[in-house]
């Protein structure tokens, strides 16, 4: 079965980094869509950014571009997302998404499995 893994959040401060990595396993396919989703308490969940496999394609939603990158080693499934210039309203629960054949991004209507999610906590 498709099992993806999130690791890499933790407490930073304002302004640091963090790379979260998603590990990707259970699939041989080769076109999909790996995403990164975030949701705060009290908050609707939010398409941060996504990349398609086969074309590396990319999103990012407004409030992380230029600060955000996403990318990806295919060889070994294991995607990233790079947060710098971090602020603590990047505060959330950060779950890594496999869009199968799709490219709903940044919706997730079109999001076939769901990893467990890590947390960033950004201090001010």
């Known amino acids: 079965e498709v099992q993806l893994v999130e690791s890499g959040g933790g407490l930073v401060q304002a302004g640091g980094s963090l790379r979260l990595s998603c590990a990707a396993s259970?699939?041989?396919?080769?076109?999909?869509?790996i995403g990164w989703f975030r949701q705060a308490p009290g908050k609707e969940r939010e398409g941060v950014s996504c990349i398609n496999t086969l074309d590396g394609d990319i999103y990012y939603a407004d409030s992380v571009k230029g600060r955000f990158t996403i990318s990806g080693d295919n060889a070994k499934n294991t995607f990233y997302l790079q947060m710098n210039s971090l602020k603590p309203e990047d505060t959330a629960v950060y779950y890594c998404?496999?869009?199968?054949?799709?490219?709903?991004?940044?919706?997730?209507?079109?999001?076939?499995?769901w990893g467990k999610g890590t947390l960033v906590t950004v201090s001010s």
């Open positions: 259970g699939f041989t396919f080769d076109d999909y869509t």
């Open positions: 998404t496999l869009d199968e054949y799709g490219r709903s991004c940044p919706s997730s209507s079109g999001v076939d499995y």
